[in-house]
């Protein structure tokens, strides 16, 4: 059975800094591109960044760029997502997530689900 668990997530404010943590189970991570999502009340689900399974190519959103890192220790099974210089607007629960395909930002794209995790940025 296939199983993320995201942790890390909390209360935090503006300016501080979350490591989120994704520990996968039933799969192997490195045959996975492993992505980062977040949801806002009321919103869509966003793509946040993500890891490619082969060369581990990193891709993120414009909104975090230079400000999230995105990474994976295959041989923990766990992908990582280090956020610095938070904001208000970074407010969401996040949800890792597993894809077969190399490269992708789309949810529908991904066929593992973890739970999520709330990251709640104070002003």
């Known amino acids: 059975q296939v199983q993320l668990v995201e942790s890390g997530g909390g209360l935090v404010q503006a300016g501080g800094s979350l490591r989120l943590s994704c520990a996968a189970s039933g799969l192997t991570l490195s045959s996975y591109t492993m992505g980062w999502f977040r949801q806002a009340p009321g919103k869509e689900r966003e793509f946040v960044a993500s890891i490619s399974w082969s060369g581990g190519r990193t891709d993120y959103a414009d909104s975090v760029k230079g400000r999230f890192t995105i990474s994976r220790a295959d041989a923990k099974n766990t992908a990582y997502l280090q956020m610095n210089s938070l904001k208000p607007e970074d407010t969401a629960v996040y949800y890792c997530?597993?894809?077969?395909?190399?490269?992708?930002?789309?949810?529908?794209?991904?066929?593992?689900w973890g739970q999520g995790t709330q990251v709640t940025v104070s002003s």
């Open positions: 997530a597993a894809s077969a395909d190399l490269i992708a930002r789309t949810a529908r794209r991904y066929t593992y």
